[in-house]
């Protein structure tokens, strides 16, 4: 029998993996099933609550089944953050479709609140976009009769994935929040580890239907599971899971390559903010202290290689690397699909392709893409690094990471060492690590901290160099283009 076994779920942007992991951060077992946003119409990007559940519970269930003859001594949940669930919390039945983070519907609730954009940065760390959660919440009190009644009853309750589900594993018991979870609704308070009440008038929202705030790491309630009472230990962000999996200490860096991308720095325990880039908090362990993270996403990543499939260019995640290798002409593409992220935060741009030629190929397209997705990571780099931010060691992980062409040619524009982590699951296994040490487990040996091989430059500098000032120049063409 395995000792200290903790299983750990995480509810991302395409689909649920749940692992179980022992004491010595070996996985036992690991399952994922697919689920997709709907796009009932341009704009909208929205789940179904109880495929949601339907999508996390069986499995975890299915997880619990094969540990039969373990010893299961935590659960840690993990989701994606500025996706919002409203359900009522005296049925529990969903009210509304989960708006996922990348709903664009609430650009008119975000774009009335009359708080200027940098007081809204000073108090979240964040921006006052549509694709928080406060907008498509105060979009769903002005829209969904049954979110208004159900607020004017006292009965509604709102938060993010992680909370929905933890409401419903500890049958209602646990309504609860962590802070890098809470901060992504646009009315957490960084200062002062808050709601923020000012910001809660403003977007017309009740503070008595979100959540309490807690430790990343702290009590979240047991789960019961036949003769089983398990507690949950963990309720986290996504990317703060990222982080804990891939050991992000102050001064260093990483890159998560997934539906989106995202360029992390810790900061250490000074709160910095810089103009243009986000500051997150890093996951709070019981003590509660965390560290703040200059955060710069990219919204589109995986999902642009998926946009490229819909025009009919067919092919495998697994050729990208040999189509690259046979592009011979790239296209120049900007993958501004549900707008730009950071620096830009520019919601009008548009995915634009140029660049073509009689002799453009399917490889000059996939390699196009790829390259564009690079380019903007390196955008956000760049920008942190000309506010005087040493970026320390950079860390590469996700799905996408798996792609040496990709991981090649970020170094090459980076002009620095990459160094992939043997982990491509670091968000799951940073949740497991995270209950780990709620639990006082060892995990110092963990393979999960074990730095790979490292991806260096093989272009020169001054190629390098030619190479992002052709990009911003057609950066700076594609954004006069209109829709």
Known sequence: MNNNVIVALDQGSSGTRVFAVDGSGAVLYKRAETLAPAHPQEGYAQYNAEELLESQIPLLNEMLDKLEEEEVSAIAVSSQRSTVVLWNRRTGKALAPVLSWQDGRATQEAQGVL???????????????????????????????????????????????????????????????????????????????????????????????????????????????????????????????????????????????????????????????????????????????????????????????????????????????????????????????????????????????????????????????????????????????????????ITVAGGLANHAALLQFQADILQTDLHKSPETESTVMGAAYLAAQALNIDTSAWALFQKGQAVKPAVKPEEAELLNRQWRNFLEWSRTQKK
């Open 115 to 393: 708080t200027p954009q940098q007081d809204i940065h000073r108090l979240t760390g964040l921006y006052k976009t549509p694709f928080y959660s406060a907008p498509k919440i105060a979009w769903c009190l002005k829209h969904i009769p049954a979110v208004r009644r159900a607020a004017k009853a006292g009965d509604l309750a709102v938060g993010p994935v992680a909370t929905y589900l933890i409401w419903h594993l500890t049958k209602g018991a646990v309504f609860a929040v962590d802070p890098t979870l809470a901060q992504r609704t646009l009315l957490y308070n960084i200062h002062t580890g808050d709601w923020d009440e000012d910001l809660l008038n403003a977007f017309g929202i009740k503070r008595a239907c979100l959540p309490e705030i807690r430790p990343t790491a702290g009590d979240y309630g047991l789960y019961e599971y036949r003769e089983r009472r398990i507690p949950i230990l963990v309720c986290v962000g996504d990317q703060q899971a990222f982080m804990a999996g891939m050991g992000l200490h102050a001064g260093s860096s990483s890159i998560n390559y997934g539906t989106g991308a995202f360029f992390l720095h810790n900061a250490g325990k000074e709160l910095k903010q810089i103009p243009g880039i986000l500051t997150s908090v890093s996951a709070s362990g019981t003590n509660g202290k965390c560290d703040f993270i200059l955060e710069g996403p990219v919204n589109a990543c995986g999902v642009a290689f998926d946009w490229l499939k819909q025009l009919g260019f067919t092919f495998e995640m697994d050729e990208l690397d040999d189509l690259c290798a046979q592009a011979q002409r790239p296209v120049w593409f900007l993958p501004a699909l549900g707008g730009l992220g950071a620096p830009y935060w520019d919601f009008n741009a548009s995915a634009v392709l140029a660049g073509f030629s009689p002799q453009t190929k399917r490889a000059d397209m996939v390699a196009g893409v790829l390259r564009g997705v690079a380019f903007l990571v390196a955008d956000i780099a760049y920008y942190i690094k000309d506010y005087g931010v040493d970026l320390g060691p």
